[in-house]
T-cell receptor, first 110, second 116 residues
């Protein structure tokens, strides 16, 4: 079983739609969680950190469920510019090395 | 405020040659990570360094690959005797390392290595 698993997609949604991604992780001792966004042939860029209490940044909401070992990302009112690959990241204890999921591709259609 | 810088951005090597990838972290960051991304795959951790020390190299192949982060100058990822399977994007990330669990890593633009 992979340490971090994501549905690769692609998720094709119309502009204005709400879309949600889940990501599961296998190590119950994982401590930090993030969503990064990666555009084609570019570097990953931090979208948001994921806190136990959940957090929201504009149209984006992230949730963490430690009991079920998954994190989620909700995007409301999708824009064309949201088209990208969304990477789920979990860090191991101690070294903070990132363990990436393979990413979920989102295409927002006009 | 310069972000993480990597050079070269593109590197072409023939099989058997050496590839040398450089990474300059964000000013003030003393933690550097290297990741590799194969086409259509996610990023995979290779090595974690602090100034003059390798902290974790568990993701780096034991042969042909080495990394360093000297007291002065950029971090270097060195691949000797490259093979076609080394063709990938290599991303460097940096972090200050003193702000707790939710501290994030900042990624450079990557070096795309093509081995002919």
């Amino acid at each position: 079983r992979k340490e971090v698993e994501q549905d690769p997609g692609p998720f094709n949604v119309p502009e204005g739609a709400t879309v949600a991604f889940n990501c599961t992780y296998s190590n119950s001792a994982s401590q930090s969680f993030f969503w990064y966004r990666q555009d084609c042939r570019k570097e990953p860029k931090l979208l948001m950190s994921v806190y136990s209490s959940g957090n929201e940044d504009g149209r984006f909401t992230a949730q963490l469920n430690r009991a079920s070992q998954y994190i989620s990302l909700l995007i409301r009112d999708s824009k064309l510019s949201d088209s990208a690959t969304y990477l789920c990241v979990v860090t191991s204890t101690g070294t903070y090395k990132y363990i990436f999921g393979t990413g979920t591709r989102l295409k927002v259609l006009a | 405020n310069a972000g993480v810088m990597q050079n070269p951005r593109h590197l072409v090597r023939r099989r058997g040659q050496e590839a040398r990838l450089r990474c300059s972290p964000v000013k003030g960051h003393s933690h550097v990570y290297w990741y590799r991304q194969l086409p259509e795959e996610g990023l995979k951790f290779m090595v974690y360094l602090q100034k003059e020390n390798i902290i974790d190299e568990s993701g780096m192949p034991k042969e042909r690959f080495s990394a360093e982060f000297p007291k002065e100058g950029p971090s270097i990822l060195r691949i000797q005797q490259v093979v076609r399977g080394d063709s990938a994007a290599y991303f460097c990330a940096s972090m200050r390392g003193d702000r707790g669990l939710q501290e994030t890593q900042y990624f450079g633009p990557g070096t795309r290595l093509l081995v002919l």
